[in-house]
């Protein structure tokens, strides 16, 4: 196997975009952002599927379902209450609010309605219950070392320089 291929053991860098089903994007990472293949690095299985036997210059697409994913939609995280119980800065839709629970736990919520007097906060992830897009871009692949396989991340700080 050629040293810049993609396979278990590899450290990967890339950049990607995170894509909704209707193709908008959801986020983006164009700093290169690197990985352990095979490591357990805890990138989306379908997107290192995508990405094994590739090198760099190699664009990918994988769709992400939700149970690989982003997970389903928790209706827990879905509040809905009294618009004049919220302050006035983030009564619009896409406001987002940090909200802290009874444990003591910081959530963020998103505004995703306003009606009737109501308004439905989300702390859900947008992509929470529906399949994304990955299209990611190969920068660079070199061999791992043991400590890289174990943690599943490279072990500089900084990518490595462009091939």
Same mark, same amino acid.
């Given at each position: ?30 700093? @290169? #952002?690197?990985?352990?293949? &095979? /490591?357990?690095?805890? %990138? ?6 995508? $990405?094994?036997? =590739? ?32 302050? @006035? #800065?983030?009564?619009?839709? &896409? /406001?987002?609010?940090? %909200? ?6 910081? $959530?963020?919520? =998103? ?53």
């Amino acid at each position: 196997m050629s040293n810049d291929i993609i396979g278990h053991g590899k450290v990967v860098y890339i950049t990607y975009s995170v894509l909704d089903e209707d193709g908008k994007i959801m986020g983006q990472q164009d700093m @290169p #952002t690197g990985y352990v293949h &095979g /490591a357990g690095s805890g %990138l989306f299985p379908a997107v290192e599927r995508a $990405l094994e036997g =590739r090198q760099p210059g190699d664009a990918v697409k994988a769709e992400v379902s939700p149970e690989e994913g982003f997970g389903p939609s928790d209706p827990n995280l879905i509040i809905v209450d009294e618009i004049d119980h919220v302050p @006035p #800065t983030i009564r619009y839709i &896409g /406001a987002e609010a940090e %909200l802290q629970n009874d444990a003591g736990e910081k $959530l963020s919520f =998103r505004v995703i309605n306003i009606a009737d007097g109501k308004i439905t906060l989300d702390g859900n992830n947008p992509l929470a219950g529906r399949t994304a897009t990955i299209v990611a871009t190969v920068v660079s692949v070199r061999d791992a070392v043991a400590e890289e396989l174990n943690s599943g991340f490279p072990a500089e700080q900084g990518p490595p320089p462009l091939h």
